[in-house]
């Protein structure tokens, strides 16, 4: 089993910045990929970014790419997604995926809540 708690939610304004972060417990020796998933009131989740666990591979959706970064740092077993210029569109509770072997779905974190005022 692999454990995942994300922090680093909270209320920002448009064009401003946020730094989520993932922190992974358990048999972390068994993830593949860590993603970060969204999912707004009303809409369905959407895949958001990732980041290979050995070789730091990443990929984001259009809508964030130039203004998100994702990044792990492996010591700690955390992954970060740093969210510069947010805007109210981002708005959503980000979740933590880690796709892992022998895992079908993988692990989900709780969830943190992301709010972006216009």
């Known amino acids: 089993q692999v454990q995942l708690v994300e922090s680093g939610g909270g209320l920002v304004q448009d064009g401003g910045s946020l730094r989520l972060s993932c922190a992974a417990s358990?048999?972390?020796?068994?993830?593949?990929?860590v993603n970060w998933f969204r999912q707004a009131p009303g809409k369905e989740r959407e895949f958001v970014a990732s980041?290979?666990?050995?070789?730091?591979?990443?990929d984001y959706v259009d809508s964030v790419l130039g203004r998100f970064a994702i990044a792990r740092d492996n010591a700690r077993n955390t992954v970060y997604l740093q969210m510069n210029s947010l805007k109210p569109e981002d708005t959503a509770v980000y979740y933590c995926?880690?796709?892992?072997?022998?895992?079908?779905?993988?692990?989900w974190g709780q969830g943190t809540q992301v709010t972006v005022s216009s």
């Open positions: 995926n880690a796709a892992a072997r022998g895992a079908f779905g993988g692990y």
């Open positions: 358990g048999r972390t020796f068994t993830i593949l990929d």
């Open positions: 980041i290979s666990w050995s070789g730091g591979r990443t």
